[in-house]
């Protein structure tokens, strides 16, 4: 019980780099000199960092268990969180702080995987994965709610958020040493030419970095759109978000039984979601219309997430697990950091660039990407 109490636990404080999109358009406001774009690398450096955090994991599992690197993930993240929230006078210095939470991002989304692979398997496997990727949502879920309401106090009150990570620490410390590693000493696979020749290794990452490319619209652009509509403050889009955030968790929590009926077509499945929820944002300018954006979004990552990460454990052989997931998953945060300069011409193309217009285009993307997983997922049930 304790070893599945410290996987959630990290679960829940993976996400903690995005509690300033709440926050987006109040922190804008604080640092004039900075264009839009620049001000949003505050929510993507972060994921340019986690790549750095992620290709590690595979070298350093050869010396350090993973719980050891669950902890050394857990530190980085509060560092983080503290050097941002006294950075309200240097963006800078904020920018430079979101390296560490990215880098401690990269660590703890590449080992908590590997946690529940290693202690887990067959049909609990699937469950506990659904399990542990509720608890990211569920995560979210709290630190919008309350990163919103901080933030409406200042901006800067939305990295008190970052304290749930001592928590964390702290449970981490208290489970068992012997869930340490099964990873034999031994070079990573990254140098290993079966690795690289893996189809499912490609597949997985640029559908991945698709993906996450179009999902990110909803950390980047929900402040921007609500309030530059003027339909709230970053409370509004705290609450909205963790409603959102809600849906996720519990399509997360009920995966083992969704993905037992959708299969191999689950990922397809996401990307119609993601399309459904992107369109109502973009067609109808309104509180509800962002919220069913918000909603299709994570409904969306609450599928993808757990069905990426089952994919990334039983696409090669055990030794090369590590190395697989950190190729994947770097492919997925270079699609997150990508995302604001992918996405933004994407809406000028249907319009003036505004919000809504980033949205629909988005949404057409989006629905695009699900028919190429079907087409796929149905040649691949040819073979």
């Given at each position: 019980m304790r070893k599945k109490a410290a996987?959630?636990?990290?679960?829940?404080?993976?996400?903690?780099?995005?509690?300033?999109?709440?926050?987006?358009?109040?922190?804008?406001?604080?640092?004039?000199?900075?264009?839009?774009?620049?001000?949003?690398?505050?929510?993507?450096?972060?994921?340019?960092?986690?790549?750095?955090?992620?290709?590690?994991?595979?070298?350093?599992?050869?010396?350090?268990?993973?719980?050891?690197?669950?902890?050394?993930?857990?530190?980085?993240?509060?560092?983080?969180?503290?050097?941002?929230?006294?950075?309200?006078?240097?963006?800078g210095l904020?920018?430079?702080?979101?390296?560490?939470?990215?880098?401690?991002?990269?660590?703890?989304?590449?080992?908590?995987?590997?946690?529940?692979?290693?202690?887990?398997?067959?049909?609990?496997?699937?469950?506990?994965?659904?399990?542990?990727?509720?608890?990211?949502?569920?995560?979210?879920?709290?630190?919008?709610?309350v990163g919103g309401y901080l933030a409406d106090i200042h901006w800067n009150y939305v990295y008190l958020t970052f304290g749930f990570a001592l928590i964390a620490l702290l449970l981490v410390l208290l489970s068992p040493k012997?869930?340490?590693?099964?990873?034999?000493?031994?070079?990573?696979?990254?140098?290993?030419?079966?690795?690289?020749?893996?189809?499912?290794?490609?597949?997985?990452?640029?559908?991945?970095?698709?993906?996450?490319?179009?999902?990110?619209?909803?950390?980047?652009?929900?402040?921007?759109?609500?309030?530059?509509?003027?339909?709230?403050?970053?409370?509004?889009t705290g609450l909205l978000s963790a409603?959102?955030?809600?849906?996720?968790?519990?399509?997360?929590f009920l995966f083992s039984r969704i993905y037992r009926k959708t299969g191999k077509y689950t990922f397809a499945l996401a990307c119609v979601i993601l399309c459904l929820g992107y369109l109502a944002a973009g067609v109808s300018v309104s509180l509800a219309g962002?919220?069913?954006?918000?909603?299709?979004?994570?409904?969306?990552?609450?599928?993808?997430?757990p069905y990426l990460m089952l994919k990334n454990t039983s696409s090669t052989l055990p030794e090369q697990t590590p190395a697989l997931t950190a190729v994947v998953l770097s492919f997925v945060n270079l699609g997150y950091f990508l995302s604001p300069s992918l996405t933004s011409p994407m809406g000028r193309l249907l319009g003036n660039g505004s919000p809504a217009s980033v949205f629909l285009a988005c949404s057409f993307t989006s629905l695009l990407l699900a028919v190429m997983l079907f087409l796929a997922a149905q040649r691949q049930k040819k073979r």
């Open positions: 996987i959630f636990s990290i679960c829940f404080v993976t996400l903690l780099y995005l509690a300033p999109s709440v926050a987006m358009a109040d922190i804008v406001s604080a640092f004039p000199e900075a264009a839009e774009n620049a001000v949003m690398l505050i929510l993507t450096l972060p994921s340019l960092a986690g790549i750095f955090g992620i290709v590690t994991v595979p070298f350093l599992t050869v010396r350090f268990s993973l719980r050891s690197l669950s902890l050394l993930g857990l530190l980085l993240t509060l560092l983080g969180g503290t050097v941002s929230f006294f950075s309200t006078g240097s963006f904020l920018a430079a702080s979101s390296v560490l939470t990215g880098i401690a991002y990269g660590i703890l989304s590449t080992v908590f995987p590997l946690l529940v692979h290693e202690d887990f398997s067959g049909p609990e496997e699937n469950r506990v994965m659904g399990v542990a990727s509720g608890f990211l949502h569920l995560g979210r879920f709290v630190t919008m709610l012997k869930a340490a590693r099964s990873i034999p000493q031994r070079r990573p696979a990254f140098f290993e030419a079966s690795l690289w020749t893996n189809r499912a290794l490609w597949g997985l990452s640029l559908s991945g970095l698709a993906f996450t490319v179009l999902y990110y619209l909803n950390s980047t652009h929900a402040s921007l759109y609500i309030e530059g509509y003027q339909l709230g403050t970053a409370s509004t409603a959102a955030c809600v849906i996720a968790g519990g399509i997360s962002i919220l069913a954006g918000l909603i299709g979004s994570s409904a969306a990552m609450g599928l993808f997430t």
